[in-house]
């Protein structure tokens, strides 16, 4: 298995500018979510899913927007960049069913830069 | 130790020793938790977890302690090796079945 995926590793954006970061699992997992980075801050979980076509949000949801059409893929979008947005962004996948624990697996990070 | 919020402190222990990391969770209704490991670049790598009816569980070569009355949670790695060198911060599982989070603690093994 190749476990939780993400694309691209890296990103620079100009402020508005809109983009999607990738996610997806081969685990068959129902929960996926998106958490955010910040130096000096813990993860902040910005939006999750529970099952495909079924989202919520959570802490920081403002700005980002997601989809779960498939159980596989959980693609969060930023529709207008802004320098607040610069992050390491990671994508979560969990069997349990809760949202995060002991069967919680992470991907590997996006690095976004919005200037 | 760490807490949600505050900047990130850094711990250097000598190969062989044995770690300690600290953490102050904020909610005492919190009822698991969570160790992590974060190498550079990577994403959080899940090392050990306890219940809040539990006050020590142990793993290969980590234990986790919990006191409940002070809101502290630590982790220890005995025998502390190069490999171990990552930035390690704790969760908890607070309102809503949502996760929190710290700051995390930075070690530095040398070798």
């Known amino acids: 298995n190749a476990g939780v995926t993400q694309t691209p590793k890296f990103q620079v954006l100009k402020t508005g500018q809109s983009m999607t970061l990738q996610c997806a699992q081969d685990?068959?997992?129902?929960?996926m979510s998106w958490y955010r980075q910040d130096p000096g801050m813990g993860l902040r979980l910005i939006h999750y899913s529970v099952g495909a076509g079924i989202t919520d949000q959570g802490e920081v949801p403002n700005g980002y927007n997601v989809s779960r059409s498939t159980t596989e893929d959980f693609p969060l979008r930023l529709l207008s960049a802004a320098p607040s947005q610069t992050s390491v962004y990671f994508c979560?996948?969990?069997?349990?069913?809760?949202?995060?624990?002991?069967?919680?697996?992470f991907g590997p990070g996006t690095r976004l830069t919005v200037t | 130790g760490e807490s949600v919020g505050l900047h990130l402190p850094t711990l250097s222990v000598q190969e062989g020793d044995n770690s300690i990391i600290n953490c102050a969770y904020s909610?005492?209704?919190?009822?698991?938790f969570i160790w992590y490991k974060q190498e550079s670049g990577k994403g959080p790598q899940f090392i050990i977890d306890?219940?809040?009816?539990?006050d020590k569980r142990q793993g290969q070569r980590v234990t986790v302690l919990l006191n409940k009355t002070v809101k502290h949670l630590s982790l220890q790695i005995a025998a502390t090796q190069p490999g171990d060198s990552a930035v390690y911060f704790c969760a908890e599982r607070g309102p809503g079945n949502q996760f929190y989070f710290g700051t995390g603690t930075s070690l530095t093994v040398i070798p």
């Open positions: 306890i219940r809040s009816n539990m």
């Open positions: 979560a996948s969990s069997y349990s069913g809760t949202l995060g624990g002991r069967e919680q697996y």
């Open positions: 685990m068959n997992h129902e929960y």
């Open positions: 909610n005492s209704a919190s009822d698991y």
